[in-house]
């Protein structure tokens, strides 16, 4: 059931925040085995908060998933890396966390991921794979795959992830889940283990357009503790969910529906588009002329970022420790070998070296010009549309193993996902149908809708109407 129907049954006396983690241990344990989407789930301490859930609270008594690189006091964060799931216990909670607290819902499972969420299938985690719930031949997207397959499979009623280039919308529409990546500064990022922090956000992965609103509303906000998040009013997110979107101009952008397209994916969201036209939408043409650097500016920004994140990581205050040292160099040599796994590597090494005297205003400094020419086609495009409409990913998804024969086609598959990041605006991932792929079944397709920032009121009706028409 959607988070909006558990509500309604809880307030009805229908079922009790108890009955419900009895039903989610109960399917966890019938089908996780097969997806692998949790990597632990705490049901004692869960029980405890459940048995005082206040359901007088927007989210009272609802379970919530969590990606696990979200700290929640007590509990694991293993960020899927070997260097943390030896014996960390987060000391905090996430401000996301405590807001979700506030509201009622109950942080119940520890969701996998990429390592350290770099990647785009969670094969990169270091402690399982996760399978695509509708094909468990094929990835479920990442890096949030465990919590997208999770809602998918119906072993979670909604989850958190984060997203750095796409990591919510991908595993969304790949799974058939509801994905929303919220603008930069609309939800700290405080207790986030960071990746790339000018990029990093956290969102909802939900089986509704709705239950994303419900949780977005209660964790979007001001935070003292992330002088990043921004002291901005908070939209009623559900008053105008269902208003429709007659009269708005929606931009369909020439670079994002391009060759290279799967001809299933393509169809899609073409009838996707048509049905918002239908309900009263004006389509507008418009162009992005900088998405073509997007996938290389990301792959220098982000690394770099990466690279100066991750050396917090050194075997000395946290984390797997190398055994038995010569020196303090050993130490760290050997810790973060051990530590970190290949795709980890690859990235720290890359970012390392865009930053390095030399190559800085090269690579980093020319990076950083480049995304502005990014942000500033959104802003122009948006200065003509309400919204943009575009596909989530060129094609449906893959089967498991290609991460490791062709990373950079791995890069490339987030080819209409960076640029927002790179932006800072809001964007939404919403199913929009299926398709065959690759030999395959049926698998879900996703429409991509981007808004402009701290514009995700609108976003979400636009959401909302594209979602009764799929």
Excluded at 108 to 133: H, I, K, V
Aim: glycine fraction near 10%.
């Amino acid at each position: 059931m959607t988070l909006t129907a558990l509500r309604q049954q809880l307030l009805a006396g229908e079922t009790t925040p108890t009955a419900i983690l009895a039903r989610l241990a109960g399917a966890i344990a019938a089908r996780d085995g097969r997806t692998g989407a949790y990597l632990s789930h705490h049901l004692e301490a869960a029980m405890a908060e459940a048995a005082h859930a206040d359901l007088s609270l927007p989210l009272g008594g609802i379970p919530i998933a969590i990606k696990d690189n979200i700290n929640v006091l007590g509990q694991p964060c293993t960020c899927g890396s070997k260097f943390l799931s030896e014996n960390y216990r987060s000391p905090y909670d996430a401000t996301v966390i405590r807001k979700l607290r506030a509201a009622g819902a109950i942080p119940f499972g520890r969701m996998n991921l990429d390592e350290f969420a770099m990647g785009s299938s969670t094969e990169n985690s270091a402690l399982q794979t996760t399978r695509n719930p509708h094909d468990l031949q094929r990835i479920p997207g990442g890096s949030s795959g465990g919590s997208a397959a999770a809602v998918a499979d119906h072993t979670a009623v909604a989850a958190l992830g984060s997203d750095t280039g796409g990591s919510i919308r991908q595993p969304a529409s790949h799974c058939g889940v509801v994905g929303l990546k919220p603008s930069y500064g609309r939800v700290s990022r405080y207790g986030l283990v960071a990746f790339a922090s000018s990029l990093d956000q956290i969102g909802p992965l939900t089986r509704s357009v709705e239950d994303a609103a419900r949780i977005l509303q209660a964790i979007a906000g001001p935070d003292p503790l992330d002088s990043t998040c921004l002291d901005v009013p908070v939209p009623d997110y559900l008053g105008g969910l269902n208003d429709g979107v007659k009269g708005l101009k929606l931009g369909l952008p020439q670079e994002y529906f391009g060759d290279g397209i799967d001809p299933g994916v393509r169809r899609q969201v073409e009838a996707a588009v048509q049905a918002l036209a239908a309900q009263g939408a004006e389509l507008v043409d418009l162009s992005l002329p900088h998405t073509a650097y997007a996938v290389a500016t990301y792959y220098v920004i982000a690394p770099a970022e990466a690279s100066s994140n991750l050396s917090r990581f050194d075997g000395i205050r946290y984390g797997h420790r190398a055994a038995n040292p010569a020196d303090i160099a050993d130490l760290y040599q050997r810790s973060r070998e051990e530590g970190f796994g290949p795709e980890v590597k690859r990235r720290i090494i890359l970012g390392t070296y865009v930053l390095s005297s030399g190559y800085y205003d090269a690579y980093y400094g020319r990076a950083q010009q480049v995304r502005t020419l990014i942000r500033r086609d959104f802003e122009s495009a948006f200065a003509r549309v309400d919204a943009i409409l575009s596909p989530v990913v060129p094609t449906p998804a893959r089967k498991l193993g290609g991460t490791a024969i062709d990373p950079l086609h791995e890069y490339l598959s987030d080819v209409f996902t960076l640029a927002p990041n790179l932006a800072g605006i809001c964007a939404i991932s919403v199913p929009c149908g299926v398709t065959a792929f690759d030999g395959g079944s049926a698998l879900p397709v996703g429409l991509q809708i981007l808004g402009p920032h701290l514009g995700e009121a609108r976003l979400l009706r636009i959401a909302r109407a594209a979602e009764l028409n799929a």
